[in-house]
Every structure is written in C-alpha cells, then in structure tokens.
C-alpha cells in the first residue's frame, strides 16, 4: 500500500476514534461545565456501557442486528440509572463540593469497576457488529460499521449541540452553568438540572461504548483510556466549551489514529499529554474556553 | 392595608457566620418599603432570606398566607416575589433575549407579558441579540428589571438599582418603580443614599447589625432629618 492510501486508512481509523473520544469527553465537560464537578468515575460508566452492551447482546441472541439496538438502548439507559443513583445518594449529599466530589468519584471509580469485575469476569468479550458489510475502495476494504459509527456519533453531537443552544432546556441549563443563585431565584431547580446533566454525560459515555464494542472487545478496566483521553481533550478544548469539546476531540482523535497506525499508540498517548502540557502552560483557559471571572 | 410580605424574628446567615439577628419587616399591600442601611448591615442578606437563597436558622418569611421560609428556594419566584439583585447579575454569556426568556419561564409567561415588558424598556429591542455582558450598564440594569418583570410579580426586591448610574438613569428606574406600584405591585427597595427613594417611598426600614431599627413613614423623615444622620451616617 503506497503512502496516501496508508494516510487514509490512517485518518479513518483517527475519525472512527474522534467520534467515539468526542461522545465520552462531551459527557465529562457537560459535567464538569455545568456542575463543577470532576468526575473521576466517568470512564466507567464507558466501560459499563460497553459490559452492559455484551451482556444485552448475549441475552437477546437472534441476528446480531437486534441485540446490537437492544444494546444501544439499554445500556445507556441502564448506565443512566447508576447514574442518577450516584448523584443522588453521594454527590448531592455533598454538596457537589468540588473537592470531596472528586474523592467520591473515585470511590465510586473502585466500586464500579469491582462490580464489574465480579459478575462479568477478568476476561475480555466482543459484541457482533450488527451488521458486516466492508465498503471496497480502490486500495483497501474499510469495515462499513466503522463509517456508520462516525455517521452516529456525529448525529448525536448535532443532537447535543441543537438541545444546548437551541432549546429552553438548554438554556436553562446554560443559566445554571453561569450562576447557580441566580437561576434559582428565576425558578430553575438547580438539583434537578445537575440530576439530569450528570445522567445526561453518564449516557454520552455509555453511547460511545456501546457504538466501540464492536471494534474493541468489552473488558472491566477498559475505563482508563477513555477517562484519560476524555480530560486531554476536556482541557485542550476549553472545560464545559461544546464547541471545544468538539474540536479537541476531532483533533486528538485524529493525531491517537494516525500517530498509531504510522509509529504506536505510545507515542499517540506522548504527543496528546504534551499537547495538554503546552495548553496548560500557554492557554489555561482552553483552546475555547473563556477565562474564568 | 393587608402586610404583601412580612419577616417575622428572622436569623439568618452564612456558614458559621450570623448575619441577620431577629429581623422583622412587613411590607404593605401595594407600597414602596426602602431599606436603609449602611454597608455589611445585612440589607442583601435580607433579600436573599425573602428569596430562600440564604436559609433562616429561626423565625418565618411570608407571603400573604404562604410561607416562604417553608419552601425550596426556586418556589419562591413562582410564589410571585421578583428579584433584581445588587450588581445585577445578569448571565453575562447570554443574550438580552435569552435573559428575558428565563425571566419569563420562571412562572410560564407568554409572549403578552414579554411585550408589555419591553414597552418599558424598549431599547433592550434593539439590543435583543446582543450578549447581555457587553451592554452598558444603564442597558444591564434595564435588563435586570425587565428579567424580573417577566414574572408579573406582586412583590418585587430590588437591590440598589441605582448604583453607579448617572442621574439620568436613576430618573428612569425611580419612574419605573413608581408606575409599579400604580398597578399595585409592593416593591422592597434597597438603597444607601436617603435623597434616591425620598420621592418614591411610601417608608423607610433603617437596617442596622442585622436588624430592622426602626420603620418610619417617609413623611416623619423630612420632619426629622436626624433619623437618617443617626442610621445612615449622612444626611
Ligand atoms: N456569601 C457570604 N459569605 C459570608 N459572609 C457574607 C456573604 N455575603 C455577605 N456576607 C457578610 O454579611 C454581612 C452583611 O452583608 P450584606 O451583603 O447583607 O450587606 P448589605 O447591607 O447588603 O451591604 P452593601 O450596602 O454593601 O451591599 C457582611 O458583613 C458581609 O461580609
Ligand atoms: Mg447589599
């Protein structure tokens, strides 16, 4: 295969990344933008999305297709559920204090990933795509499923976008984000937004993992990675910026694929920490962000 | 006339630190009641109390025969109390449009409401797209009123609408008040300088350490210039 075909398949594999990375770190900087809260555990309500979606598979059997949608709607719905259970019982309770919220979050990394650990096993599983088609282009054939996950998850972050700018919940979101009192003096209740946006991130996450089970098998500490990479694109964008969320997330996306195909995934992980580095150096604020008052 | 609102004994403060000590208050049905009081006395502690953003440790807050003090703070505004706070506090990122639309979904309010509103104010038409953080501040100011105006509220708080406007604007926003309580909204407004409400006051509360001193009639006020000098430090 010549260079520019390489490059290619290179930058798929960088966008089937993007997309999936963009999900999970647009469901950490909503957290993180609205709530003020660090959510250490949300890459394991990626990996609990992507556990959930073996095991939902498995227990619907039949065409592949059909457990794939069972998985993709009940995962995250699922995840959602722990979700809200967590905000309810521990973060609200405190307060969602910044610092004790980050303790508690990584309690409840530990815990999750226990629970995932002791009723789906040590061992790594892979869900069917639900469909398997490979797509021929001139100089290689790219997996059909592939494209349709860049296809979804780009639908889905329109969606997210449409709801944040374009709708009263959003806006009433966005109000909460920028003064907590002050939205509660118009009416807004706070808790029940941060209910919502917590839930909210937590399925971002467990969309994301569900759409990547197919391409990469399920496993309990497969929460590391997403976590990690979530932040680096969380700081580079901007915290709680969608728009930088985006960004980052395509440009991180992108350098982890292609650095990968062309060096190793090492280097890919080196390159986006620095990257992280020199932002938090030159630009605390985030490629998008606005500097804090 | 009936009490609108009434503060009854209220202790209230934040974290370990009391601020208001036995505060009561009642506003009448229909008047303008301006607090008095120097800096730190607890005048935006009081509001914020009346808004349940700052929880009373004793004594009540009502409204009519609602209780105030019972109720999660963002009941509050759908009880019918608006709230202008001091220094504003717009959401600086959103446009005039957004702000007013939080306004008006604090107690459901159709476009009716949000028209008569601008009528008001009917430059914040023309800055209607803009970012609310980039008007100036007689606009901000402006914006902040109509934000709370969107409710139809019965008792409006009003936290120094007129700092750091020029005189001009104070005319404005005293107008504004006044053709208020024409329609018979009770207002709580809060001031540091005595010649800023004279006009549009019907009494005045002197809020000292957190207590409510002493509530005068504005009449009793040009008899006695030594009321003021006594709470306020200035005549
Ligand atoms: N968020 C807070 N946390 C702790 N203490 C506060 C807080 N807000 C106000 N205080 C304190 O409460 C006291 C009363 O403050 P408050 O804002 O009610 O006074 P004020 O009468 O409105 O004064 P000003 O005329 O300067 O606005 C002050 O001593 C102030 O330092
Ligand atoms: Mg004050």
Request: glycine share 10%; proline share 4%.
């Amino acid at each position: 295969m010549g260079f520019g075909p390489y490059l290619l398949l290179a930058t798929l594999e960088g966008l089937v990344m993007a997309a999936v990375l963009a999900l999970t770190a647009l469901g950490l900087s909503l957290v993180f933008g609205v709530m003020r809260v660090v959510n250490v555990a949300h890459g394991e309500f990626f990996m609990l999305g992507a556990v959930l979606a073996w095991a939902v598979s498995n227990a619907v059997g039949g065409h592949p297709a059909i457990g794939f949608l069972a998985a993709l709607v009940v995962a995250p719905l699922a995840v959602g559920a722990v979700a809200l259970a967590s905000e309810r019982l521990v973060l609200r309770r405190l307060n969602y204090n910044p610092e004790a919220t980050i303790v508690a979050t990584i309690g409840l990394l530990y815990i999750l990933q226990q629970v995932a650990l002791t009723f789906y096993g040590a061992d790594a599983r892979p869900v069917v795509a639900p469909f398997n088609v490979r797509l021929q282009l001139p100089w290689f054939g790219y997996s059909a499923y592939k494209l349709s996950v860049i296809g979804f998850s780009l639908l889905l972050l329109g969606l997210t976008w449409f709801v944040l700018t374009r709708t009263k919940i959003g806006l009433i979101m966005r109000a909460t984000q920028y003064d907590r009192e002050t939205a509660t003096a118009f009416g807004i209740a706070v808790d029940k937004v941060y209910a919502g946006v917590f839930v909210a991130g937590a399925m971002l996450a467990a969309i994301g993992a569900v759409l990547v089970v197919p391409i990469r098998q399920a496993h309990y500490l497969m929460g590391h990675d997403p976590l990690l990479l979530s932040f680096i694109v969380v700081i580079i964008g901007g915290l709680g910026s969608l728009r930088g969320t985006m960004v980052a997330a395509l440009l991180v996306g992108l350098s982890d694929g292609i650095l990968s195909v062309f060096f190793s995934p090492t280097l890919a992980k080196i390159v986006a920490t620095t990257a992280v580095a020199l932002v938090l150096v030159f630009r605390p604020q985030g490629l998008f962000g606005t500097a804090q008052r | 006339m009936a009490d609108a609102l009434a503060m009854d004994k209220v202790d209230a403060g934040y974290g370990g630190v009391q601020v208001l000590r036995g505060f009561s208050m009642d506003l009448r049905a229909g008047e303008v009641l301006c607090l008095l009081g120097r800096n730190g006395a607890g005048k935006t502690t009081a509001l914020k109390t009346i808004m349940g953003l700052v929880r009373p440790t004793a004594g009540t807050v009502r409204l009519g025969a609602v209780e105030l003090s019972a109720l999660p703070a963002h009941e509050v505004p759908k009880a019918g109390v608006a709230y202008v706070p001091q220094g504003r506090r717009l959401f600086a990122e959103l446009s005039v449009a957004e702000n007013v639309e939080i306004g008006l979904n604090a107690r459901k309010k159709g476009n009716d409401v949000r028209e008569s509103v601008l009528d008001l104010f009917p430059i914040l038409r023309e800055r209607w797209r803009q970012r609310s953080g980039t008007l100036s501040g007689g606009e901000q100011q402006m914006l902040a009123m109509a934000r709370a105006l969107c409710l139809e509220p019965s008792v409006l708080l009003l936290d120094e609408p007129t700092e750091g406007l020029m005189p001009s604007m104070i005319a404005r926003i005293r107008e504004t008040v006044a053709s208020l309580k024409a329609r018979g909204v009770s207002t709580i407004l809060v001031e540091q300088r005595v010649d800023a409400v004279l006009s549009v006051a019907d009494r005045v509360a002197f809020v000292e350490n957190g207590r409510n001193r002493e509530t005068v009639e504005v009449s009793r006020l040009r008899d006695e210039p030594g009321l003021v000098k006594r709470y306020v430090g200035v005549g």
